[in-house]
């Protein structure tokens, strides 16, 4: 089924869309089976969790004494990440999704100088009308971008957000929309802002339930998860 689900995405998407694998509450045997199935970026949102699948597949490696198993998987970091799990997740993710606040920019921009390494980050925007959901206002991610302070250790490579939690297909179109002028807004101002670079075109939306709106809107990156691993077992 899983590797199935992955053919079957792989040779739907656009090109222009990446397929981002969300393992999250799924055993490390499922990832597995879809990275042998072409898939290679797979989201995690809890750090316990993305380390302990680190360290899984490090054992692995031994176990079958080839250093080089998997060696091209990519994780990504989707969850609420508090600043005193950073080392739990910074050190592994090749993208951080899920950055809400200023405080969680700056922790991880000191993190970066501590530790020599650029990270790579999406900023999380608030789209829905879910109250549960966090995330930058459009205004928060003007100011950040134009603003003075810049961030030396963090390159931003776009944007993430979640659509309302609703049947109401409606809604969902106008959360995307308003994330996708959130990124024109972004692409309007590169050049100008000190902490965008010329790539900073990532629009990461679009789930199981929605993705096909999402890339008909302007998703770049989906994060597809219950529909590739089946439900969650929380
Ligand atoms: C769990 C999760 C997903 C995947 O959701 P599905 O509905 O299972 O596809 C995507 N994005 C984020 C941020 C998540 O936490």
Redesign the pocket.
Known sequence: MIKETINKLHSELPATVKL?A?S?FHPFEAIEEAYQAGQKVF?E?RPQELLAKVKRLEEVRVAKGDPDYMSDIEWHF??HLQTNKLKMVLPYASLI??VDSVRLLEAINNWGRANNKVLNVLLECFISSDETKQGFSRQEVLDLVSGESRYDFIHISGV?G?ATYTDDEQVIRSDFRRLKEISDMIQDRVGECNNLSSDCREISMG???D?PIAIELGSTMI???????GE?NY
């Open positions: 981002v969300v999250k989201g949102s989707i969850g999704q899920s993430m979640m789930m199981s339930d993705y994060r597809v998860g219950s529909m590739i691993f969650r």
